[in-house]
């Protein structure tokens, strides 16, 4: 079944969101990121996707002390990233409470580091960022497009133990108009040994059956939650008490 996990998004310790990674089209839902994932337990959800965007720009890890205080606040497994370029970064995010590291430009630009942090903390504990614009990786908080495109980065990396994730179809991010279904679809049978959690375009239950219906093993979602697209009632019923 479908596991739904909620994102934060995060600009100068607020929660925000963009629309396709556009720093410009920034809207703050909530001043307190440690409220709204306290909020998402009480709700019923088990697990939490912090995106650090100030670490994204920043080419570094900036907000971990919002990592810090919903750790110490909730009992969410929090996958955490944005910025992570360093074994000081990663070590960091670690130390501070993740469960979870998504990790998507190192992946395209240092994959000998890549590999070695694989190797370090294992793979059950690194999730693959796969960034898609028009086919292909992009990296650097979307603002580079590699020439990779991602059959090739799943190859690469599934082959040497990579399991978890997290593809996000860029066209389709902040937009509300639905998920790019078929694409995680042909990365399922394509690659059925992937843990993936798909990401972008949720605008209601409908999509989140969809997903559910495609065999998706997990989607993030934000945006609908703020703009109340989405009871969280009726998620967790449907998907978690069921």
Same mark, same amino acid.
């Given at each position: 079944?479908?596991?739904?996990? @909620?994102?934060?998004?995060?600009?100068?310790?607020?929660?925000?969101?963009?629309?396709?990674?556009?720093?410009?089209?920034?809207?703050?839902?909530?001043?307190?990121?440690?409220?709204?994932?306290?909020?998402?337990?009480?709700?019923?959800?088990?697990?939490?996707?912090?995106?650090?965007?100030?670490?994204?720009?920043?080419?570094?890890?900036?907000?971990?002390?919002?990592?810090?205080?919903?750790?110490?606040?909730?009992?969410?497994?929090?996958?955490?990233?944005?910025?992570?370029?360093?074994?000081?970064?990663?070590?960091?995010?670690?130390?501070?409470?993740?469960?979870?590291?998504?990790?998507?430009?190192?992946?395209?630009?240092? @994959?000998?580091?890549? #590999?070695?942090?694989?190797? #370090?903390?294992? @793979?059950?504990?690194?999730?693959?960022?796969? &960034?898609?614009?028009?086919?292909?990786?992009?990296?650097?908080?979307?603002?580079?497009? !590699?020439?990779?495109?991602?059959?090739?980065?799943?190859?690469?990396?599934?082959?040497?133990?990579?399991?978890?994730?997290?593809?996000? &179809?860029? !066209?389709?991010?902040?937009?509300?108009?639905?998920?790019?279904?078929?694409?995680?679809?042909?990365?399922?049978?394509?690659?059925?040994?992937?843990?993936?959690?798909?990401?972008?375009?949720? !605008?209601?239950?409908? &999509?989140?059956?969809?997903?559910?219906?495609?065999?998706?093993?997990?989607?993030?979602?934000?945006?609908?939650?703020?703009?109340?697209?989405? &009871?969280?009632?009726?998620?967790?019923?449907?998907?978690?008490?069921?």
């Amino acid at each position: 079944m479908l596991q739904p996990i @909620p994102a934060i998004d995060i600009i100068n310790g607020q929660c925000v969101r963009l629309t396709q990674g556009d720093y410009s089209s920034t809207k703050i839902y909530d001043e307190s990121p440690v409220r709204i994932a306290c909020q998402f337990e009480k709700a019923g959800f088990r697990r939490l996707h912090l995106v650090d965007l100030d670490g994204a720009q920043s080419a570094h890890v900036v907000n971990l002390n919002v990592l810090k205080e919903i750790k110490e606040s909730t009992h969410l497994e929090v996958d955490f990233g944005g910025g992570i370029k360093s074994d000081r970064d990663l070590d960091a995010v670690f130390d501070n409470g993740a469960t979870y590291a998504t990790i998507g430009s190192v992946a395209v630009s240092q @994959p000998a580091l890549f #590999r070695e942090w694989v190797i #370090r903390y294992g @793979p059950e504990r690194i999730i693959l960022g796969a &960034d898609v614009r028009n086919g292909h990786i992009s990296i650097n908080g979307w603002k580079e497009d !590699s020439k990779i495109s991602i059959d090739d980065f799943l190859h690469t990396y599934l082959k040497m133990g990579i399991r978890n994730v997290l593809c996000t &179809d860029i !066209s389709k991010d902040g937009l509300l108009l639905g998920t790019s279904v078929d694409l995680y679809r042909h990365i399922m049978e394509c690659f059925p040994e992937c843990n993936l959690i798909a990401s972008g375009g949720v !605008s209601s239950m409908h &999509d989140l059956e969809e997903l559910d219906a495609a065999g998706i093993p997990a989607v993030v979602f934000g945006k609908a939650i703020y703009e109340h697209k989405i &009871d969280l009632s009726e998620v967790i019923k449907r998907f978690y008490q069921s």
